[in-house]
T-cell receptor, first 116, second 113 residues
Framework: AQSVAQPEDQVNVAEGNPLTVKCTYS??????LFWYVQYPNRGLQFLLK??????LVKGSYGFEAEFNKSQTSFHLKKPSALVSDSALYFC??????????????FGTGTKLQVIP | DSGVTQTPKHLITATGQRVTLRCSPR?????VYWYQQSLDQGLQFLIQ???????AKGNILERFSAQQFPDLHSELNLSSLELGDSALYFC????????????FGEGSRLTVL
């Protein structure tokens, strides 16, 4: 079975400071990892993904994520937070070794609050 | 705009009733996923279809059922509704490739009174 853990329910950061939203995963095969953002009363929007290659992945709105195989982590980062980044962030994983039909498992979400 | 359309956006109904939520995928997407999001809970995976066939099942109640039609749109049927079924129901669709991200609709907010 695959799983995703987002250990922090909420992360508070001052505007302009770097931010990190943590994610660890468990999957039996090759991990395909994703970050999504959800603004209030909206659907989730794709931010970035790691499939293979460079461990540092860059995505939308200045976000990036670092894949660490030994720590089974895929933390979301941004060098300088904006108030408009305040939202709910979800990490997700699918098993890349098992064909195209595997379900995608989402974490419980982390609420990011950027303080002006 | 993700290209995924969900209807209705809002739905208010009474306990014991039945509702149908509809999802139209992006052009070319063969996979449809249904998720439930309740207050204080994360995204609960319900069920996945691929090109008309059920592919994966999550925490879907027996009172709930879904199907994907030949034109690839999908419907989620919720019956014998209970207060606890009040939630946001999301549909997400993806391409036929294994590496693709999902594209979410704006959700259907169900309120059971």
């Amino acid at each position: 079975a695959q799983s995703v853990a987002q250990p922090e329910d909420q992360v508070n950061v001052a505007e302009g400071n770097p931010l990190t939203v943590k994610c660890t995963y468990s999957v039996s095969g090759n991990p395909y990892l994703f970050w999504y953002v959800q603004y209030p009363n909206r659907g989730l929007q794709f931010l970035l993904k790691y499939i293979t290659g460079d461990n540092l992945v860059k995505g939308s709105y200045g976000f990036e994520a670092e894949f660490n195989k030994s720590q089974t982590s895929f933390h979301l980062k941004k060098p300088s937070a904006l108030v408009s980044d305040s939202a709910l962030y979800f990490c997700a994983v699918r098993d890349g070794s098992s064909g195209g039909y595997q379900k995608v498992t989402f974490g419980t979400g982390t609420k990011l609050q950027v303080i002006p | 705009d993700s290209g995924v359309t969900q209807t209705p956006k809002h739905l208010i109904t009474a306990t014991g009733q039945r509702v149908t939520l509809r999802c139209s995928p992006r052009s070319g997407d063969l996979s449809v996923y249904w998720y439930q999001q309740s207050l204080d809970q994360g995204l609960q995976f319900l069920i996945q279809y691929y090109n008309g066939e059920e592919r994966a099942k999550g925490n879907i109640l027996e009172r709930f059922s879904a199907q994907q039609f030949p034109d690839l749109h999908s419907e989620l049927n919720l019956s014998s509704l209970e207060l606890g079924d009040s939630a946001l129901y999301f549909c997400a669709t993806g391409s036929s490739t294994n590496t693709g991200e999902l594209f979410f609709g704006e959700g259907s907010r169900l309120t059971v009174l």
